[in-house]
């Protein structure tokens, strides 16, 4: 039996190199990682390709493009903490600066204040309100709490 470091040495590229104990650990970490960011190259290729696909097929230039999504992430962060609007209820689009604001809530005050609040967004030029009012969504939410 050979000594604990002749127990680890390998041959590699024609040469014998010694690898202690963490020497394994060490020399397969790079390549675990490798491996498991191998499948991010397709993903960052593939959105990239999307991205450019939907500005092909987009009448707007990339910059209206970029103007539209700051105006869309504006009103959604506006609806964020506010008392009567519930940001995950409403869907924004923005179009040349025209917001759509598109969901179901249970009541007029919650639909006129997304409204009030796109308006008051910087750089909104219009807002189309297709908001409907549910009153059933919170009927059903107090009966479940009932039960």
């Given at each position: 039996?050979?000594?604990?470091?002749?127990?680890?040495?390998?041959?590699?590229?024609?040469?014998?190199?010694a690898?202690?104990?963490?020497?394994?650990?060490?020399?397969?970490?790079?390549?675990?990682?490798?491996?498991a960011l191998?499948?991010?190259?397709p993903?960052?290729?593939?959105?990239a390709?999307a991205?450019g696909?939907?500005?092909?097929k987009?009448?707007?230039?990339?910059?209206?493009?970029?103007?539209?999504?700051?105006?869309?992430?504006?009103?959604?962060?506006?609806?964020?903490?506010?008392?009567?609007?519930?940001?995950?209820?409403?869907n924004?689009d923005?179009?040349?600066?025209?917001?759509?604001?598109?969901?179901?809530?249970?009541?007029?005050i919650a639909?006129?204040?997304?409204?009030r609040?796109?308006?008051?967004?910087?750089g909104?030029?219009?807002?189309?309100?297709?908001?409907?009012?549910?009153?059933?969504?919170?009927?059903?939410?107090?009966?479940l709490?009932?039960?």
């Amino acid at each position: 039996m050979g000594s604990e470091t002749e127990d680890h040495e390998r041959l590699i590229g024609g040469q014998a190199v010694a690898l202690g104990r963490l020497g394994w650990l060490r020399a397969l970490v790079p390549v675990l990682c490798m491996v498991a960011l191998s499948g991010c190259v397709p993903v960052l290729i593939g959105g990239a390709a999307a991205a450019g696909y939907y500005i092909g097929k987009d009448p707007r230039t990339g910059s209206e493009i970029a103007t539209d999504s700051g105006i869309t992430t504006r009103v959604k962060s506006s609806f964020i903490g506010d008392r009567y609007v519930d940001a995950f209820q409403i869907n924004v689009d923005t179009f040349r600066g025209t917001v759509v604001l598109e969901g179901v809530v249970d009541n007029s005050i919650a639909r006129d204040q997304a409204e009030r609040l796109a308006r008051n967004a910087k750089g909104v030029k219009a807002v189309d309100n297709r908001i409907k009012i549910v009153k059933s969504a919170s009927k059903k939410s107090q009966t479940l709490d009932e039960e």
